[in-house]
């Protein structure tokens, strides 16, 4: 993975000066109470959504257990339609491609719809250094882009932002990109939309290339699928003569009627609209219509290691719909910036640190980035156990060992409570001792106590208490 994010100190320490941003932590409650509110709105309309969440979650299940098979099929059906697929085993290999592709066209810009997978690589900082220029075109990512920001929700890129601050943004920022903002622009969205469409629209016009990503894609047919809100995927897959996909290879389902399944979920979960306002599928290309060179990256990039964890490898059946991010109370309270990653929330805690591995000190944070309240799980429409994978990636990160005195009390706990004797005479001296007894930890336990007391020792162990109480 990418090292575009790293650098960044280690979830509790961004997560400690997050929270102290009050009109952070403002706009965060307030954007993620009306999404989830209105998610749980429009779920509440199917009868069988519990069903179709049972069937997103086979389906991916199956996909993922067959991925090898489904991924030439995708291959031979994309080929056959005209289009050229690529495979790119890591960030660096994905980033010469396309930078290699773009050169071919002689052009030296391009513009975007919205993917995640080309944030994960860092592609647009590639192509800078190749002296192409990437333009966002999804309003979210523009506001980010135009910012020198980061992205910091999966679903709303800039949901950091208030109203006062995009204008701000807009109108000091727009100018240096394209077509200034316009005179006495206010914080009224309806103007601030019409300035992002006149600014975008001379870009659409002019460019000859674009990347995208992918929601999904069908193995079956060689289809590739965008689902959006604002036509600016329309305007990017439809208008270039060079079309250029980075999709990770997760993405692919077997075939076009299980796509209906995930059509259903995920705007649902996502938008907590009943469809997506769009929905663009293109297969290959032909002459007359849309893009006449069409180009497939499948992107693997830490996949593959995911893929070969039992416990982990559920983190792939991701469709990025953001609702976990909704719900979390970490994330309401942090932001998407601590996380250190494109893929923020608690699904970046357990796919960040399978991707790119836990050797650093921002990924082997992660998995703690949690209060394994299990919200995220009820309401993610593939049934991804988060708690489960966070547990299993503790484990992970502790078997790399910790600190010294760390690895000393837990050796030292171990052999007591392997001994009962031993434990029972702990367990009375403890109780004896407890007048005596801190209430902060030591060293590296110091920490966990800056935000809660040490429990109170009882004065007598239970196994005490019931020699002289049972029956």
């Given amino acids: 993975m990418s090292g575009v994010f790293l650098g960044m100190p280690a979830f509790p320490q961004a997560a400690e000066r997050a ?31 519990a069903e179709l969440r049972a069937a997103g979650k086979a389906i991916k299940d199956h996909t993922l257990r067959h991925l090898d098979r489904y991924l030439v099929q995708l291959e031979e059906a994309v080929t056959a339609a005209g289009g050229t697929v690529h495979w790119a085993a890591d960030a660096d290999e994905a980033n010469r491609i396309v930078a290699g592709l773009v050169h071919a ?41 135009l910012g020198d920001d980061r992205p910091s929700h999966i679903l709303v890129p800039a949901i950091h932002r208030n109203r006062a601050e995009i204008r701000e943004i807009f109108a000091e920022r727009m100018a240096a990109w394209g077509r200034p903002a316009p005179e006495g622009l206010t914080d009224a969205p309806a103007e601030l939309a019409e ?121 792939l059946r991701c469709i990025r719909c953001s609702a976990c ?11 998407g910036h601590a996380y250190g990653s494109v893929y923020p929330g608690p699904i970046g805690a357990i796919l960040t640190p399978q991707l790119r591995g ?36 503790r484990e992970r990160v502790a078997a790399q060992g910790g600190h010294a005195l760390e690895r000393a009390a837990v050796a030292a706990a171990g052999y007591v409570l392997d001994h009962p004797a031993l434990l029972t005479a702990a367990e009375r001296l403890a109780g004896r001792t407890r007048a005596l007894h ?23 162990p239970f196994r005490d208490w019931w020699r002289k109480n049972r029956p």
């Fill in 325 to 335: 991010l909704n719900v979390c109370p970490v994330y309401e309270r942090a932001g």
């Fill in 19 to 49: 929270v102290r941003d009050e009109r952070l932590r403002t706009n965060l409650r307030h954007a993620t109470h009306t999404i989830r509110d209105k998610r749980a709105r429009a779920v509440a309309e199917l009868p069988d959504w």
């Fill in 358 to 393: 836990t050797a650093s000190p921002v990924d082997a944070s992660l998995p703690y980035a949690s209060s394994l309240c299990g919200a995220c799980y009820e309401v993610c429409p593939v049934a991804i156990d988060i708690p489960e994978v966070l547990v299993h990636l």
């Fill in 195 to 315: 300035a992002a469409r006149l600014h975008l629209r001379e870009k659409f016009l002019r460019a000859r290339v674009a990347v995208s990503g992918a929601n999904f894609m069908v193995a079956e047919t060689g289809t590739l699928v965008v689902v959006e809100s604002e036509g600016n995927g329309r305007m990017c897959l439809t208008l270039p003569d060079t079309l250029i996909s980075v999709v990770g290879i997760e993405k692919v389902v077997p075939t076009w009627r299980d796509l209906e399944v995930f059509l259903q979920l995920l705007p649902r979960s996502s938008t907590a609209e009943r469809m997506n306002p769009y929905t663009s599928l293109w297969t290959g290309s032909s002459a007359g219509d849309g893009p006449s060179d069409f180009h497939l990256v499948l992107l693997d990039n830490g996949r593959t290691a995911v893929l070969a964890d039992q416990v982990g490898r559920q983190a």
């Fill in 438 to 460: 801190p209430r902060r930890l030591p060293g590296p336990g110091r920490a966990w106590t800056d935000t809660r007391d040490l429990p109170e020792v009882p004065a007598e």
């Fill in 105 to 145: 066209t002689g052009e030296r810009e391009v513009v975007k719809v919205k993917s995640m997978a080309t944030q994960e690589i860092g592609l647009n900082e590639a192509l800078a250094a190749e002296g192409i220029t990437a333009y966002e075109t999804d309003l979210a990512e523009l506001i980010v882009q």
